[in-house]
């Protein structure tokens, strides 16, 4: 499926894309692994207690992520890959969008820009009250 009818950038940003994609499933998958195997041999199981330790801490998704990415995430490096692992998966899609959104200002599409943009604002929101 073409994004666009004409231009010879449609193929290559569906390629890019998807490797953006891609990399996004495969980086999260890595990290799971990471943690799990971390958490297996941290504690000898893979039992989880539900506690503050993985609890989604902060006001959003933002300042989730940047206590995450600061080291004020209270659960230990098992449980931060983890997270960190879902993490990427949930931005792999925000990126996708805000790459559109860059693409289509660089081949000055603004009807693209528009409908893209507000994709973005939509999922930003979303995280941002989430």
């Known amino acids: ?42 504690f000898g199981n893979l039992a989880l207690q539900y506690g503050s330790s993985v609890k989604v801490q902060g006001h959003d998704f933002f300042s989730f992520i940047n206590n995450l990415v600061h080291g004020r995430f209270a659960g ?10 879902i993490v990427v998966l949930l931005l792999t899609p925000f990126l996708r969008v805000l790459f559109s959104v860059l693409y289509f200002v660089w081949e000055r599409n603004f009807k693209y820009v528009v409908i893209t943009l507000f994709v973005l604002v939509v999922l930003t929101i979303s995280l941002t009250l989430h």
């Open 1 to 42: 499926m073409k994004l666009m009818q004409s231009g010879k950038g449609e193929l290559g940003l569906e390629i890019v894309i998807s490797y953006l994609l891609i990399a996004g499933v495969i980086t999260s998958l890595l990290l799971e692994i990471a943690g799990v195997i971390l958490f297996y041999r941290t």
């Open 76 to 85: 230990g490096a098992a449980i931060q890959l983890m997270t960190a692992g």
